[in-house]
């Protein structure tokens, strides 16, 4: 079965600093990877999504997120944070030999704290 | 505006009583979902919609009830419930249910508390 780890349960960074949040997988093949965000009081958010192709990918309000097989990672990145980015970021994945929504796996989330 | 409405944004209730969660999409999705997001925990997938068919339901116990009368509607009825249902619950829409081409588009959560 398919499952995310997001090790850090919460980061705490400088306005203007630069942020990466880490996201592991384990799944025996090609997954389907996304982040989302939740800010206070609100729904998820898709940040990004990576299918296949090109393993960096861009998403909205600055973040980028790098897909590496060996590491089995999915880190997300943005390199000047903003106080309004402070909110739960949640990484998931999919399964790709079926791409249901169904078997779509969330992590536990990190809190983002921006520090003025 | 997320294009996802859930109502009433808090809901406080006796373990006796009964009330219903409503979600309504208005972005022509066909597929609809609950999701329950508890406090430190990843989400749980509850009940899944299709085309106002329900084509999942992840061993969610009978105390909570769906309805989808339409693709735009959703319900999630309550009665009986225990302490530890209380969460924050999500509604969720896509286009069709494989996530590679039709993402989830979430509203934002209905907080309930049972007393």
């Known amino acids: 079965a398919q499952s995310v780890t997001q090790p850090d349960i919460h980061i705490t960074v400088s306005e203007g600093a630069s942020l990466e949040l880490r996201c592991n997988y384990s799944y025996g093949a090609t997954p389907y990877l996304f982040w989302y965000v939740q800010s206070p009081g609100q729904g998820l958010q898709l940040l990004l999504k990576y299918f296949s192709g090109d393993t960096l990918v861009q998403g909205i309000k600055g973040f980028e997120a790098e897909f590496k097989r060996s590491q089995s990672s999915f880190n997300l990145r943005k390199p000047s944070v903003h106080w309004s980015d402070a909110a739960e970021y949640f990484c998931a994945v999919g399964d790709q030999s079926s791409g249901s929504a169904r078997q779509l796996t969330f992590g536990s989330g990190t809190q983002l704290t921006v520090l003025p | 505006e997320t294009g996802v409405t859930q109502t009433p944004r808090h809901l406080v209730m006796g373990m006796t009583n009964k009330k219903s969660l409503k979600c309504e999409q208005h972005l022509g999705h066909n597929a609809m979902y609950w999701y329950k997001q508890s406090a430190k925990k990843p989400l749980e997938l509850m009940f899944v919609y299709n085309f106002k068919e329900q084509t999942e ?31 924050l619950y999500l509604c969720a829409s896509s286009l069709g249910t494989t996530v590679y081409n039709s993402p989830l588009h979430f509203g934002n959560g209905t907080r309930l508390t049972v007393t």
């Open chain 2, 57 to 87: 339901n992840n061993s969610v116990p009978s105390r909570f009830s769906p309805e989808c009368p339409n693709s735009s509607h959703l319900f999630l009825h309550l009665h009986t419930l225990q302490p530890e249902d209380s969460a």
